[in-house]
Each structure stands twice: as structure tokens, then as C-alpha cells.
């Protein structure tokens, strides 16, 4: 007998299992076709060697306080130097995850008079930061520039006398399709706003030396980027490239920075190694390319099913127990993939997310594919 305190909880997980949205803890095992460690960096000598470089000269583990107070420490004034040099940002901020960044953005910098436009299928993260913010938001079709045009003249047109705030992810994770950044750009330009982009998933593998996507558009003003250190880079954390006023004001104003313990020096250390890598070391993402490249080819050659044109594939299921079964499936056979199901995605939109990394070959993506071809045919 569950007590009445409890029970309410024990009836939300029921319900969530009847639905196949049931979620639990799974151990990583077998081939890697569902991390972000695109680069094979997570596990690299180099990283290992430059934390162990740290700990030599004296950088501690803990940050032990908020940046504000004795928590800041030279490892992440160095680092954030750094990156801003490497993307071409004014100045640069150090965060301790992307979920935390995305929330201390777009609940300090969009004023109570602007505007936050964004795509539908922009991170969870993003969605808690606007949740939180004093300005209005709305929501439009995926990668639809013109949807962004007519909510910004609509809202205009009304008497808004703020600044639009249009906010994307250059690549998303779930569908591993692009937005249209330059078109984007554009349009803040036009309606004097300011353009956010999460490079997530584009950090460390797209644009030149691994720069993102939105290197392209660096040096602009109103141009504020997230750029995640978890995923190619191997390491965790978030940097987040601003004007540096916007950086100061989130300082001074952003309460997730102001009254966090800042992230470990010795992460911070191992991000700028990461950095370092990712300008040394072109030919992994020459690799990189290629081998996505293959996998896109593989598996329309195999299901039928058109690529998405990066690394991320999703295969889609629809209905959730459904794809959960063809995951749990392949794991068995040593295959490393998840069921992506709602609310991280739309209902009724249930997938596998096949990740492609420098951790897995061609035979490997090969093999996956054809047990995943049995697997969705037996599955019904």
C-alpha cells in the first residue's frame, strides 16, 4: 500500500507506462550509435593528458563558490579568452551545461517589451528559459523564415515597441536538419532584433575548423550563440558568444550564473584542449563527414529512408512501445540505440535516434542497419 503522500506520484508513472512514455536509467553497452561524442573526443588522450597537466600545476577540481565570489578561477577566464577568439564572439561565458545557459539567456535578456519568436522544436531547455522570461513568446512552424516574418509584423503592426528575439538551433537534434540561418539573420536585421542560435549539435563538426554553422555570420551586434562543450567537443559544460554588454548584463542579472557554484577549473581546462583539438586536428572531422556521409547513404540504400544530411538519423516509428521494443532489440544484439518518444518529441512521432560518431566504422553501420531492417519488419 503506497501511502497517500506518494501515491499520486506512483499514479503519474503508471500512466506514463500504459502510454509507453515510461523512462528508466539504461547502461551504456554495445556499439555507440546514440551519444553526441561525434569526434570520439570523450575519451581522448589528449583531453586525459590536459587535465592531468592541470592537476599538476595546481588547478583543483572544485570551483568551491559562484564566479561572483572566490569561485572564479583563471582556468575559466582562459577559456572563455579562448573561445571568444575561436568563434569570433565579443566576449564569451562559461556555463556549466547548455540546459543552464538556455535558461539564463532567455530569462534575462529578452526585456518585458520584446518579443521571443521561436521554432517549435527548439530545445527543452530554451522552452524553460522563455517559460521563465518577462516577454511575450510564440511559437511557429519548424523551419518555416516566413512564419518568423509574419508573428514579428503581426506583433509590430499591434503596437509592439520592443525587440524580436528569433531563436533556433542551427542543427536540431532530434530530426538532424538545419535552419536557414542567413535568412534568419536577415530578418533580425530588418526588424532590428536579435538572432539566438544553439549550436549544440553543429559545434565542433560544422563551419570552418568546427566553428558552427554561425560562423558565417560573426561580428554582428545582435547575434548571441550557444555553443555546447558535451557533445563533439568531449567534455561538458556551455559557452555561450555574446556582445559584451549582453555577457556583462547576464553577469549582473542572470540568476543561474549568479548563484551557481561555477563549473570545475578542471573542466574548463579540458574544454580548451578540446578547442585546441578541434584547430589541430581537421582530418577527424574529414572523417567525420565521410562516415556520415556513408550512414546517410546506407540507409536509404537499406529502409528505404531518406538521410538527413548529418549525423543525426532519425528513423521514425510513430507509435512508442513500438520503438521501444526495436531499441531494446538492437541493444541486445549490441547495437547502442534509444527510443526517442513524446514530449521530447511530438506526439504521435515516436523514433529511433541514430547518432553517427568517430566511435563507429563503416562494417559496424552496415551491420546495424540490416538488424535494424529485421528488427522493424518482426516488430509489428
Known amino acids: 500500500m503506497i501511502a497517500d503522500g506518494l501515491g499520486r506520484y506512483a499514479k503519474t508513472l503508471a500512466g506514463l507506462e500504459r502510454k509507453g512514455r515510461h523512462r528508466a536509467l539504461v547502461a551504456r553497452a554495445g556499439i555507440d550509435f546514440t551519444s553526441n561524442d561525434y569526434l570520439g573526443l570523450a575519451n581522448a588522450p589528449r583531453l586525459k593528458a ?51 545557459a538556455n535558461v539564463a539567456l532567455f530569462s534575462t535578456l529578452p526585456q518585458r ?46 503596437g509592439g515597441t520592443g525587440h524580436p528575439w528569433i531563436a533556433v538551433e542551427s542543427l536540431y537534434s532530434m530530426d538532424g536538419d538545419r535552419a536557414s540561418l542567413v535568412d534568419l539573420a536577415a530578418l533580425a536585421e530588418e526588424h532590428d532584433g536579435f538572432l539566438v542560435i544553439d549550436e549544440a549539435h553543429a559545434t565542433g563538426v560544422f563551419g570552418p575548423g568546427g566553428r558552427g554553422f554561425s560562423a558565417a555570420l ?11 562543450c558535451g557533445k563533439a567537443l568531449g567534455v561538458s559544460g ?3 558568444g555574446a556582445n559584451g554588454l549582453l555577457c556583462d548584463y547576464l553577469v549582473n542579472r542572470a540568476r543561474g550564473f549568479i548563484y551557481s557554484t561555477a563549473p570545475s577549473p578542471l573542466t574548463a581546462a579540458a574544454v580548451s584542449e578540446a578547442l585546441r583539438i578541434a584547430a589541430d586536428e581537421p582530418q577527424r572531422r574529414a572523417d567525420f563527414d565521410a562516415l556520415s556521409a556513408f550512414a546517410n547513404a546506407a540507409l536509404a540504400a537499406t529502409l528505404g529512408v531518406e538521410g538527413s544530411g548529418s549525423q543525426i538519423l532519425p528513423v521514425m516509428v510513430g507509435d512508442n512501445g513500438r520503438a521501444v521494443k526495436i531499441a531494446d532489440r538492437l541493444r541486445e544484439e549490441g547495437f547502442d540505440i534509444r527510443a526517442i518518444r513524446p514530449p521530447t518529441v511530438p506526439e504521435g512521432t515516436a523514433r529511433l535516434r541514430i547518432a553517427i560518431t568517430l566511435n563507429v566504422d563503416r562494417p559496424a553501420i552496415a551491420q546495424m542497419l540490416e538488424r535494424l531492417k529485421v528488427a522493424i519488419a518482426e516488430e509489428r
Do not use: Q
Open 218 to 228: 560573426k561580428g554582428r551586434e545582435k547575434l548571441v550563440v550557444l555553443h555546447t
Open 50 to 100: 590536459a587535465i592531468a597537466a592541470a592537476l599538476d600545476r595546481g588547478v583543483p577540481v572544485g570551483a568551491s563558490g559562484s564566479r561572483l565570489l572566490r569561485g572564479n578561477h583563471p582556468e575559466h577566464e582562459a577559456l572563455e579568452a579562448e573561445a571568444a577568439e575561436f568563434f569570433g564572439s565579443d566576449r564569451a561565458l562559461f556555463f556549466g551545461s547548455g540546459y543552464a
Open 113 to 158: 517589451d520584446d518579443i521571443i519568436v521561436h521554432d517549435a522544436l527548439i530545445h527543452a531547455s530554451a522552452h524553460e528559459g522563455i517559460a521563465a522570461s518577462k516577454a511575450r513568446a510564440v511559437a511557429v512552424r519548424h523551419n518555416d523564415v516566413d512564419a518568423f516574418a509574419d508573428v514579428i509584423r503581426k506583433w509590430r503592426s499591434a
Open 238 to 240: 556551455a559557452l555561450l
